[in-house]
């Protein structure tokens, strides 16, 4: 059964899309099964994983409002290798379309029912606030992947997430768990970064993952080609963290079984 992980951050751009375009490249090279969920508006995980969104005939929000199932409407990359459950603008209006449904948070986990069993790895990429998207990933999802960037406020931001995924924990989900934390954009140069990274290994103590994922050129310039980074730049630097990342999954998750 698949081990369905949300990728999420109340606060934007520490990574988060990034990571789980990566992160599922890296786990399908390690012959792993892995459907990647885009669950923002935006689409860029659906770009950054080689489709156009501007082309898609079914999307995740057919999914959500029940005119479509995931079997029918994900899509298998070549470019990434790995099979996707796309988004594009339409995923805008779902908010609004959810709040007259029954069951509006748990929408997704029904949907997953058809899948689970088909995947190693589900991953799901959530829009940067908490809304109603976000709520049925924490719903649908066993563990939690919180990429922080290790700056000055990103203590304060993990803060209100942590009470978010409690909330969500004991009205919707009991099983929802800490996947792990992933410090990225890391750059060991400037003090901050060690001090904050330091406050999160004494908090978290073992949720904190030991890779990290550094600044890297190649890993921006992937996504303008609908790449991930190890089918764009394989030797470079970020390829070579988010393997090292998928390795520490898998043990993790040998381990827990």
């Not at 990574?15 to 990647?36: D, E, F, I, P, Q």
């Not at 290798?81 to 029954?102: F, I, M, S, W």
């Not at 809304?131 to 563990?143: D, F, K, R, S």
């Not at 980074?229 to 040998?254: C, D, M, N, T, W």
């Amino acid at each position: 059964m698949a081990r369905i992980i949300a990728v999420t951050n109340q606060k934007g751009g520490v990574g988060k899309t990034t990571t789980c375009v990566n992160l599922a490249a890296s786990l399908s090279a390690m012959k792993r099964r892995v459907l990647l969920i885009d669950l923002d508006p935006q689409g860029n995980a659906t770009t950054g994983s080689g489709l156009q969104k501007e082309e898609l005939e079914k999307s995740v929000f057919d999914v959500l409002v029940g005119t479509h199932g995931v079997k029918e409407t994900m899509i298998y990359s070549e470019t990434a290798g790995y099979t996707v459950l796309p988004a594009n603008g339409d995923l805008t209006g779902a908010e609004v379309v959810l709040l007259d449904l029954p069951s509006k948070e748990t929408r997704l986990r029904a949907g997953l029912y058809e899948v689970e069993h088909d995947f190693d790895y589900i991953l799901l990429d959530c829009p940067p606030s908490l809304n109603m998207l976000t709520v049925n990933a924490l719903a649908a999802a066993q563990g939690v992947l919180i990429p922080v960037q290790c700056e000055y406020y990103a203590l304060e931001g993990l803060t209100a997430l942590l009470q978010t995924i409690e909330t969500i924990s004991t009205a919707l989900n009991p099983s929802l768990a800490i996947e792990g934390i992933l410090r990225t954009m890391y750059d060991p140069r400037p003090s901050l970064t060690h001090d904050v990274s330091t406050q999160l290994v004494e908090y978290f103590g073992d949720k904190v993952f030991d890779t990290v994922i550094p600044r890297n050129i190649r890993l921006a310039e992937a996504p303008s080609y609908g790449l991930p980074v190890l089918h764009y730049e394989k030797q470079s630097r970020g390829a070579v963290a988010y393997l090292a990342l998928a390795g520490e999954f898998i043990r993790k998750r040998a381990v827990a079984a």
